[in-house]
């Protein structure tokens, strides 16, 4: 089995990329040798380029072809990463300025990533209010030497989040000599967004001669912000030139909960629209303003990264290492227009855990209340200015440990700490007591925008919101080879590991205390233990056909126990030909947002059937959540079958079906169903006076199931000829057959494959790139495609008339790079080259950002 076959020739040749500095060898150079290593996915060391579990292999040469500039943007192309994602445009969630991957579609809470091998700190809050995930903007990309994307359940090794599968962020371990390097980007939509970027490494001793090396990396990322004011096609928020596109304006400025009660002087940047064309079957004139200044649609940032690494042969057998992973993100954006003044106003009362009711109406008297009564009112706090936030993160992992060979044992140790920083900074938000004192004794005038310094110094409020995310690990692993059998070796391994999860994500002390005006909470305390065994064995039953089979059992301090086993075949009969298949089992642990103490407060926008202005709109509405202690983990049967043909040394193609069967998933049951169905929901449905809506209360629970299928397909091949260079031309495409889950408890399941039902998960992804080398040149096309889905119905307005369907989003990037001067590398990279937009999707205000970006061309 442990021969060179074409197989592993063709799959190696695919590996290889440009050359990253002059001492490298040619681009078209095939691997030398296949040592034993240790692939994703295993503990037992093997010479198998492909084994019984699909890898995909990113490789630091293929980095530098794409122009990618981060690792987010590296990992969010690739076609697994079906959706259900996010990056930094998610600027209203409380994980602003991160980004994560999504295999299959199943959330970043079901994927694994690791580094060399290893956990890091999730971040330290979590987004979408449950979901804890590790963020992929802490992490550096000079450093990195591959990346492994293990496209299977792996909680047979890992334990709890892989059951999608396992990102490991490989970094360079015996790297010598020196590289620095910059760049700059811009966008050519709009006003610009540029992008500058600077890295350096260096890396001295051989660990074969001279016993020992040090390796230090750095690099940064600087990028303007962009906001929807910037882009062309939708600074002026009027998008009535597109299917039920409206003008996206936002009235404000009027009396008794009626838009067209309008106030009698333009107060803020507001001006006279058409209330028809704002929401359609309105009539009249009503002051409204363009929100497009106020929306941030990618924040500015300021991201450094850097590693520190030694590695030192104590003896021949023994090895002592050390890594310190340090980056320090600050992340600000526009949270949104000045703080809006209406009914249904409130601030958090901590003692009753729950939202309190502010009173804005206008007393008797008030300048601004043209009646001889009390009267409601909305506006804004013009004077304020836009709100404000800046986020920073400090994410660092230190670890050691000692790796060796005794009595035919491999083995290592080590013990890890990491940790994610936050620090929340908000500007220009509302004071409660100040709004209260100002609107009784009339110090404020809202239709005016005159006020007094002192007034409007008054009631701007800034605060300080602080969380920590911490991850403590030990880990021993041992292999070796048992005894032969007649088709070969029999491998084991085992290991165990030991660590501690924490997260303490506070708020301001200005929420706790009541003073901020419509605040947004996510409070989690909690920790526990977990501990853990696992053994592997590979077994060969023939000479072509050979079975791993793996388990490990769990135990986490909060629930109990979580046993995952897995069992694999490969076989090869030919030598160009690799067939392979496995059964495992897979769990994720209930997250500590889910578990432990935890309340969110968020902000949302849900259908509302039963409004009494405007029946079937779209309507803001609170979401409070709150944890549920008696969670179980989510279980997971995983099924997958595929090949690797390999005709060629310098061709291959692999097919591979997965079929994911999840139980008991964690979910809140869903909003828009809970406001449709108050005969059911009731008590957990809050409405004002008049019976508009306020509140929905939510908790974690135990649902139903879901059943994730589709189709990997990757292929390869190199030309090479003789004066014309060589040309590769390589693609992965991923087909999503099946995404069938249930919206609420006890309802049917429906297929979300090619819609946006559990998100936009669309049916087909995929990325194929062309590169041609040729002498001191090296340039690579590539193409990514992002098939496009059908509406929910469920997202339809009454008062509009969606799409069916949004389109697909296709671009193309090009990267040249030219080595003709000694031990330099210029290269242009231009990244959506034919500047295409994103496709015009209404459900979610103007497109899907897990998906898309509104950045346009960058070269």
């Known amino acids: 089995m442990h021969t060179r076959t074409l197989l592993a020739l063709a799959i190696g040749a695919s590996l290889a990329g440009p050359a990253l500095h002059a001492q490298s060898a040619p681009a078209d150079d095939r691997p030398a040798s296949l040592d034993a290593v240790v692939v994703t996915g295993s503990n037992i060391k093997t010479t198998d380029t492909e084994g019984p579990s699909p890898v995909q292999v990113i490789s630091s040469q293929q980095i530098v072809a794409s122009g990618k500039t981060n690792l987010p943007d590296v990992l969010r192309s690739i076609s697994a990463n079906s959706g259900n994602s996010f990056n930094e445009q998610y600027t209203g969630s409380f994980s602003a300025g991160t980004a994560s991957v999504s295999l299959r579609g199943l959330g970043s809470k079901n994927t694994l990533v690791l580094v060399d091998g290893k956990r890091i700190a999730n971040y330290a809050t979590a987004n979408e209010l449950q979901d804890t995930f590790a963020d992929l903007n802490s992490l550096p990309l000079t450093a990195v030497d591959r990346i492994e994307v293990l496209k299977d359940g792996a909680s047979s090794v890992y334990g709890s989040d892989a059951i999608a599968g396992v990102v490991n962020i490989i970094l360079k371990q015996n790297y010598q000599g020196a590289e620095i390097g910059a760049g700059y980007g811009q966008s050519t939509e709009g006003t610009g967004q540029g992008e500058r970027t600077f890295h350096a490494q260096v890396g001295h001793g051989d660990l074969k001669k001279d016993r ?31 299917q039920s596109g409206t003008l996206a304006w936002a009235p404000t400025n009027y009396y008794d909960n ?3 009660n309008r106030f009698a002087n333009a107060v803020g940047p507001v001006s006279l629209q058409p209330y028809g064309a704002i929401s359609p079957g309105k009539t009249g004139d009503v002051w409204a303003y363009n929100p497009a200044p106020y929306n941030t649609l990618m924040p500015k940032v300021e991201r450094y990264h850097s590693v520190l690494r030694g590695t030192f042969q104590l003896t021949d057998n023994v090895q002592a290492f050390g890594e310190w992973i340090y980056s320090r993100n600050t992340t600000s954006f526009t949270f949104g227009p000045p703080l809006s003044i209406a009914s249904g106003l409130r601030a958090w009362n901590d003692a009753t855990q729950s939202l309190s009711n502010i009173d804005s109406t206008l007393p008797i008297g008030n300048p601004a209340n043209p009646n001889n009564r009390a009267t409601p009112v909305t506006t804004n706090l013009w004077q304020l200015g836009p709100r404000n936030k800046r986020d920073r993160q400090i994410f660092d992992r230190i670890l050691f440990g000692f790796r060796g060979q005794v009595a035919g044992w491999d083995w290592e140790a080590s013990a890890l700490h990491s940790e994610s920083r936050l620090s929340e900074r908000v500007t220009n938000f509302g004071n409660r007591y100040a709004f209260q004192s100002l609107l009784a004794n009339g110090g404020y005038n ?38 032969d ?30 003073t901020e005006l419509r605040p947004a909470l996510d409070i989690i305390k909690g920790s526990r233990h977990v501990t853990a065994g696992y053994a592997e064995f590979n077994v060969p039953l023939l000479t072509t056909l050979e079975a791993n089979v793996a388990g490990r059992m769990d135990h986490y301090s909060d629930f109990g126990n979580a046993f995952a086993p897995k069992f694999s075949l490969r076989w090869q009969p030919l030598e160009w030909l690799l067939v392979r298949g496995s059964f495992s089992r897979g769990f994720r642990a209930p997250s500590l947002p889910e578990i432990t103490n935890s309340t969110a407060v968020s902000y949302s926008s849900v259908i ?20 549920n202690p008696n969670l179980k983990p989510e279980r997971s049967k995983n099924y997958n079958v595929g090949f690797v043909v390999a005709p060629t040394p310098d061709t291959s193609i692999g097919v591979d079906y997965f079929h994911i069967v999840q139980n008991g998933l964690i979910v809140p049951d869903n909003l828009t169903y809970i406001v449709a169905h108050p005969e059911i929901y009731g008590s957990r449905i809050v409405r004002d006076s008049i019976g508009q809506l306020l509140t929905v209360y939510n908790q974690y629970q135990n649902q139903q199931g879901r059943t994730t299928s589709g189709v990997d397909i990757d292929a390869s091949h190199t030309l090479r000829t003789d004066g014309y260079g060589s040309f590769t031309l390589a693609t992965q495409w991923s087909r999503l057959l099946e995404f069938r889950g249930s919206q609420v408890a006890g309802d049917p399941r429906v297929n979300g494959a090619g819609t946006n039902i559990f998100g936009a998960l669309p049916k087909w992804r995929g990325t194929t790139s062309l590169r041609w080398a040729i002498s001191d040149f090296d340039s690579t096309v590539t193409w990514y495609h992002t098939g496009g889905y059908r509406q929910n119905p469920d997202n339809y307005p009454a008062n509009r008339v969606f799409p069916k369907k949004v389109g697909a989003w296709n671009t193309v990037d090009l990267s040249i790079a030219y080595r003709g001067i000694p031990k330099t590398t210029l290269t242009l990279a231009a990244q959506n080259v034919l500047n295409r937009r994103p496709p015009w999707d209404p459900a979610n205000t103007y497109y899907d950002a897990s998906l898309t970006n509104p950045s346009g061309r960058i070269v």
């Open 446 to 483: 809202l239709a005016s925008d005159t006020n007094p310094e002192s007034a409007v110094d008054a009631l701007r409020l800034a605060t300080l919101r602080p969380a920590v995310s911490k991850l403590d690990s030990v880990d021993l692993t041992a292999s070796r080879s048992l005894f």
């Open 608 to 627: 509302d059937p039963f409004d009494p202005i405007t029946k079937g709109g779209l309507h803001s509405v609170t979401n409070i959540y709150s944890a």
């Open 258 to 260: 009626k838009a067209n």
């Open 485 to 514: 059998l007649p088709a070969g070796t029999v491998g084991f391994a085992a290991g165990a590991q030991f660590r501690r999860e924490a997260i303490d994500s506070q708020t301001s002390d200005a929420v706790l205390s009541g």
């Open 212 to 242: 020992y090396n040090v390796y230090f990396a750095i690099d940064g990322q600087q990028r303007d912000r962009l906001q929807q004011d910037d882009v062309s096609w939708m600074r002026d928020s009027d998008f009535r030139n597109k």
